[in-house]
């Protein structure tokens, strides 16, 4: 049994209402989601969250992609392949469905204007405060190195990533929480210190289940675990076929024994819309051998028509740049808005 906080139950609590408001009022809500761009976008970031960024999109919620670049060095000591994976983020989006017209995509390094509402957010958080967030922990162990500012001080430039825009949802994973915490803390006490310019957003939970990568483990670009969207049909064959199984040839989906046989399951349920006991009775006792076809079969058909839309975007550079600089022009206007209001609230007006 997982044991949940107080602080979890009253965030899936508000997250469950706002789910249930947002066909009905999708003009009340401005939501952001971003990515770093570390590398290429896989299946789990898909089901996880592209898919619902489209559907929120086409319900008629103003929606806003970042590509969070300045995140990339908050654990690492390199910018190698960070334009390249940035326009390769911007295909999977638009082959996704992110309609650029409606959804603005852009990266944070080029709105000056957003970057800089970490001055007076940094006054509105303490050292222990920062110290305390989990994620910010965990990561930094992950990372091997030492604790930089800037890893201590993300969650922060998270909020400024959210409000400069006034986002109020922000769809996350249960680890993200904190952040969310935090950003309405900086902006309670923004409000209260110089007068109302930011809503107090909300983390909304998806009830998604956590997609697998190939081992057992979370699909991850670290892990090598992963299928990314834009591989070839053989790429994802071949990563399939080398994939650990074990050696009981009956199929079941169990996922505690069976890491490996249950995260191809899982997969390919999510790639037909099937269970994955489904599956596993019809495999029978064909082995994993024929489970790994099965799976293959299923997301290389899945990903065809997403793939076809992309290799459109590959050869269409130009198309793509546009997309980003169309997006980073709307969205440094929104934040040049936002820091007016800021600097008026202050008395930082000469
Ligand atoms: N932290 C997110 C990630 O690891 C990316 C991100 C940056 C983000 N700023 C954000 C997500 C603001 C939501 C809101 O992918």
């Given amino acids: 049994m997982t044991e949940y906080s107080d602080t979890f139950l009253a965030s899936k609590k508000r997250s469950d209402a706002i789910r249930a408001d947002l066909p009905e009022h999708p003009d009340k809500y401005i939501m952001l989601t971003g990515d770093r761009p570390t590398g290429r976008l896989h299946l789990g970031h898909y089901f996880g969250s592209i898919q619902h960024r489209v559907q929120y999109q086409n319900m008629g919620i103003q929606c806003y992609v970042l590509i969070a670049d300045y995140q990339v060095i908050t654990d690492r000591d390199t910018t190698e392949h960070i334009q390249d994976n940035v326009y390769n983020m911007v295909m999977d989006y638009l082959a996704a469905g992110i309609d650029p017209e409606k959804t603005p995509i852009y990266v944070h390094s080029a709105v000056p204007a957003c970057n800089q509402l970490m001055l007076p957010f940094l006054s509105l958080v303490t050292e222990a405060e920062l110290e305390r967030n989990p994620t910010v922990k965990a990561e930094q162990e992950a990372s091997g190195h030492a604790l930089t500012g800037l890893l201590l001080t993300y969650p922060v430039h998270q909020a400024c990533d959210i409000l400069f825009c006034k986002g109020n949802i922000v769809p996350v994973g249960k680890d993200q929480l904190p952040h969310i915490e935090l950003t309405r803390q900086i902006a309670r006490r923004f409000n209260e210190r110089y007068g109302k310019v930011f809503p107090e957003p909300e983390g909304i939970l998806s009830d998604a289940i956590e997609i697998p990568g190939l081992d057992g483990r979370k699909m991850s670009k670290s892990y090598g675990n992963s299928i990314k969207l834009g591989d070839t049909p053989e790429q994802t064959a071949k990563l399939i076929k080398k ?45 994993s051998g024929q489970l790994k076809k099965y799976v293959t079969e299923s997301v290389n058909a899945f990903l065809a028509p997403h793939r076809e839309r992309r290799a459109q975007f590959e050869n269409d550079l130009d198309y793509v740049k546009d997309v980003l600089h169309e997006g980073n022009k709307k969205m440094n206007a929104i934040a040049e808005q936002t820091l007016g209001e800021v600097r008026e609230a202050m008395g930082m007006v000469y």
Avoid at 243 to 265: C, M, Q, W, Y
Avoid at 268 to 287: F, K, N, P, Q, S
Wanted: net charge negative; with cysteine.
């Fill in 243 to 287: 994939s650990k199984t074990d050696s009981d040839r009956h199929i079941t989906f169990d996922k505690e024994n069976r890491p490996g046989v249950s995260a191809l399951l899982t997969t390919a349920a999510l790639c037909t819309g099937r269970t994955e006991e489904d599956i596993a009775a019809e495999i029978g006792d064909g082995g």
